[in-house]
């Protein structure tokens, strides 16, 4: 896993073009103790802060260790992991995302509405059709911020709406309907007719997992290619990319792309799951996406910070919303508290950051 | 003082002046009134204006809050109008119980509830520089659960003072009362904006953040302020609206948010602070109401305005704001 070390990013912007991987002992000049050094890396204590988290629930959820409470966990925490890690992408490219959320439920409409319950085929051709509004949405934005260059979320703001209309126009109440098998993507034991080595598959390895592994390879396929390090030099600075030769409207577009491919994949989870399409149902992903991936440590300023530590920082986020639900509040309280609970993620990783950087 | 210096010509815009993006506005609005008489019947008339000049009011004030943060720079934007107006309602129908006696109680609630939403979206932004968006959105569900919990265990009771009502809802002869309120606003923004050291600030701090500091501009102070400004005058916003609908719910205030920023794109503003026409964003009010009222006779409901709006301000943004790099 790479950590863009924060400091000599910062010290070198222009050498954003080649920053994910030269910088990563660079913090580390030898004078510190071990110890301080390591409990300075950022990401490590993001993972002290996770691994503290998980012990927590661990202990308050008594049947935390057995095989369905793991999976029941996933589950509740796969969709979130997709959604940071794809809104990161589009954060170090050096924009934001605010139009997710409802992508994610445009998506969902779409699935929906080409699907027809007794016919398996047309499930296929719901995954194609999904497939290309997902790749449209991720351009249209990929368009805004990158060739016209809007202000990010401005223009984001704006196409949340244009996929909110389109999705209440499918679908102006949550429904629709599924084909039998596309709970393949939930939980391939309920599917009729699965072949035994399937179910047997599904049962240690839920398609909730398999989803995000898709995704993980996903960018670390892209992270190798020439894009994934362009990614880190135009978020890091764009006027400087763009003079060393950079298509950085190219670059922001790709972002943009892997971004709606990362709400693809969260899309075809939730139809699984929940066998309908909803217009309003990603909406408060946006923000909580957002939010964890600031947690995991990527800078709002763009190029800075690394897409595992995003996942990283939605574990966080989903294991405090857990230790929460534990406390057994009133769900009344739920809206309150998460809102908080974001302010003060992102808060408070803001602050230490500038801490930080004062230090150094 | 509207001109922006600091970004390339690029735009079809850029090259117009402030007058020109009037009569785009205006021009605008009569398109719609041409073709929505054209596909509704009778969709022209006195009446029917109006309405839409009272409901554009509504859109107009909350726009005001959106200028006023998107003048000061550092790409603000306040998202939390919306759910603060909502809360503000909420609690003051409850408070002032349909007595006009108790509408002082309910002003100072206001006020109280803007100053701190304002303070906190304030402080978040400029001291601990977070973007105003996730600040502001996340503050909008801060509030949305504050507003959850108190109507979780009751029902919302009360009735706005009559004196409100008065104000928002009903009419002097044909004209909406709400419209005088809004025409006694505007000049008196436009003067503080245009005329005063306040204004000069704020569009110092919006247009260029160094030249603003170095001749003595708090900057940080300038934006917190506006974000203050922004949530008070939401907050009161919440008054007029709890007048105009007569009872309290829970989402009275939450489809303000996309028309208030997008009539500032519409109004001509740029989005990137240092200027703030409040006559243009009247304007893309009244532009937007009447696209709704086009859109919602029509048929094509809620699904139809929504992408409407969003189309629109794409467009728009297209046209005033993008900064295509010529390579």
Known sequence: MEEVGNRSNQTNPAAGGSAPRTVLGSSADGTAPALGRLLSRPGFSRLLILAVMFAITAVLQQNFFEPRAVVRNINAFAPLILMTMGQAVVILSGGIDLSAGTALSLLTCVLTTVMRKGDPVTGVYALLVTFVVALATGAINGVGLGYLRIPPVIVTFATSFMWLGIALFLRPTPGGETVDWFKVFYNPASVGGMPGWARAAGAYLPPALVLVLVGCVLWLVIRRMRTGRYIYAVGSNSESAYESGINTARVQMSASIINSLFIFLTALFFVGQNQSGDARMGDPLTLRAIAAAVVGGIALSGGRGSVFYALVGALILSFVNKIIFFANFPNAYQTLFSGVIIIVAIAGSQLSTLVERKAS | ?327
């Open chain 2, 1 to 327: 003082m509207s001109t922006v210096v600091n970004r390339p010509a690029a735009g079809v815009a850029r090259a117009l002046g402030a007058g020109k993006k009037y009569i785009i506005a205006f021009g605008l609005i009569v398109l719609l009134f041409v073709l929505g008489e054209l596909t509704v019947s009778n969709f022209l008339s006195l009446g029917q204006f109006l309405l839409t000049i009272k409901l554009a009011s509504f859109i107009a004030l909350f726009a005001l809050c959106q200028m006023i943060v998107i003048a000061a720079g550092g790409s603000g934007l306040d998202l939390s109008v919306g759910y603060t107006a909502t809360m503000t309602a909420v609690l003051t129908a409850a408070i002032m119980d349909g007595q006009t006696s108790n509408l002082w109680i309910a002003v100072l609630v206001a006020l109280g509830i803007g100053l701190v939403v304002g303070l906190l979206n304030g402080l978040l932004t400029a001291y601990v520089r977070l973007p105003p968006l996730v600040v502001t959105l996340a503050m909008a569900n801060i509030l949305q659960g504050v507003i959850n919990v108190y109507t979780a265990g009751r029902n919302i009771t009360g009735r706005p003072a009559p004196v409100l009502q008065i104000i928002a809802a009903k009419s002097t002869g044909i004209f909406p009362n709400i419209l005088f309120i809004l025409l006694i606003v505007a000049p008196i923004v436009m003067v503080l904006l245009y005329r005063t050291q306040l204004g000069l600030r704020l569009f110092g701090a919006g247009s260029n953040e160094t030249a603003a500091y170095l001749s003595g501009v708090d900057v940080k102070r300038v934006r917190c302020a506006a974000f203050v400004i922004s949530g008070v005058l939401a907050s009161l916003i919440g008054l007029l609206l709890l007048g105009n609908m007569g009872i309290a719910f829970k989402d009275m205030g939450s489809n303000y948010v996309m028309p208030s920023i997008a009539a500032v794109v519409v109004g001509g503003v740029s989005m990137a602070g240092g200027d703030g026409n409040y006559l243009g964003v009247i304007l893309g009010a009244v532009f937007l109401q009447t696209l709704t009222n086009l859109l919602v006779a029509l048929g094509w409901g809620d699904a139809g305005k929504w992408l409407g709006f969003g189309i629109v301000l794409f467009i728009l943004l297209i046209v005033y704001v993008s900064n295509r790099r010529g390579r």
